[in-house]
């Protein structure tokens, strides 16, 4: 199997602390977005990282997917339980993750627009979605050791992977301090190998 990655994507980081929690080998390919000799889109229409690249060369997109495939690859304990009540728990906390992902790209990408073409709005709107959904996350992990039922799961990998990349691209807004208890369990999160191993490189 073989991974469509960036280094700092934390979708992409998300597959990579999977596999490496499953002790599942992947054969990394980095790549670079938007290049004319991409092979991303020949796999993904949408155009997006990250892409599995499976071994009768169908492609797996997006996140969501590949790291669901990826669970099901290895016998034993699962990041996403069976349980119908704590799967829906886990991948709503992942919902989440992701869509706080997905306005802090929306806030880099506007930011590097020149100057007079930046909206102030669109930047608070976005902002605003960031800044709710750590609250929550922060109000529900509380006292806490894992997200959801007391096992470490994806939901647990997915805020870590979100926390990582807000730390790189929003890193004045000083979460750390706003939000104690998401602070107190990124620290946790990022001494697991796993998460060394992937730890996004500032550009
Ligand atoms: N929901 C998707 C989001 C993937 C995504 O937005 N990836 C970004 C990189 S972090 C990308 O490929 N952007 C290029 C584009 O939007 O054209 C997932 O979970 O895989």
Not at 26 to 49: C, H, R
Request: hydrophobic share 40%.
């Amino acid at each position: 199997m073989k991974l469509l990655y960036t280094q700092n994507s934390p979708y992409a980081r998300k597959v990579r602390v999977v596999a490496l929690e499953k002790h599942l080998d992947l054969d990394l390919q980095e790549v670079v977005l938007g290049a004319e000799d991409s092979p991303v889109t020949q796999y993904n229409p949408l155009g997006k990282i990250p892409v599995l690249i499976l071994d009768n060369d169908e492609g797996l997109y997006d996140s969501r997917v590949i790291v669901e495939y990826l669970d099901t690859r290895t016998p034993g304990s699962r990041l996403v339980p069976n349980d119908p009540r704590l799967r829906i728990s886990v991948i709503r906390w992942c919902a989440l993750a992701d869509g706080i992902c997905d306005a802090t790209i929306a806030v880099m990408l506007e930011q590097r627009k020149v100057s007079d073409q930046q909206s102030a709005s669109f930047i608070d709107k976005q902002m605003k979605k960031v800044e709710q959904g750590l609250a929550v996350l922060n109000e529900d992990i509380n006292k806490k050791k894992w997200c959801v039922d007391e096992t470490f799961s994806l939901a647990d990998i997915a805020v870590g992977c979100m926390l990582g990349y807000v730390s790189l691209r929003l890193a004045d807004m000083g979460w750390q301090d706003k939000y104690p208890n998401l602070s107190k369990h990124y620290t946790i999160l990022s001494k697991r190998p796993s998460f060394k191993e992937t730890a996004p490189v500032a550009a």
